[in-house]
């Protein structure tokens, strides 16, 4: 059974950095894309950045040039590093896997942005 377990999230002042990490268990097979989304209150479930197996990275507009995704395929792991934090960064972010055509969602870390 796949799960994945999100770290690293917390609170943070504006302009301050944050890095989330994701570990995926239960996997036998390759795992195709991996990604972060967020979800604020009130709000739909955003994707913030995604990257294939291939080390291809896709980002919200909101947040080029400030956050970057890496992955560890060997083991089977991936990371958002956030940079130049801002308020409206805060929401609970949540990493996401394909596997086998599947997605899989961890529980969600919140990350608090004061002003």
């Known amino acids: 059974q796949v799960q994945l377990v999100e770290s690293g999230g917390g609170l943070v002042q504006a302009g301050g950095s944050l890095r989330l990490s994701c570990a995926a268990s239960?996997?036998?097979?390759?795992?195709?894309?991996m990604g972060w989304y967020r979800q604020a209150p009130g709000q739909q479930r955003e994707l913030v950045a995604s990257i294939s197996r291939g080390g291809s990275t896709n980002y919200a507009d909101s947040v080029k040039g400030r956050f970057t995704i890496s992955r560890d395929n060997a083991k089977n792991m991936v990371y958002l590093q956030m940079n130049s934090l801002k308020p409206e960064d805060t929401s609970v972010y949540y990493c996401n896997v394909n596997y086998r055509f599947i997605d899989y969602w961890g529980q969600g870390t919140q990350v608090t942005v004061s002003s």
């Open positions: 239960g996997i036998i097979f390759s795992i195709n894309a």
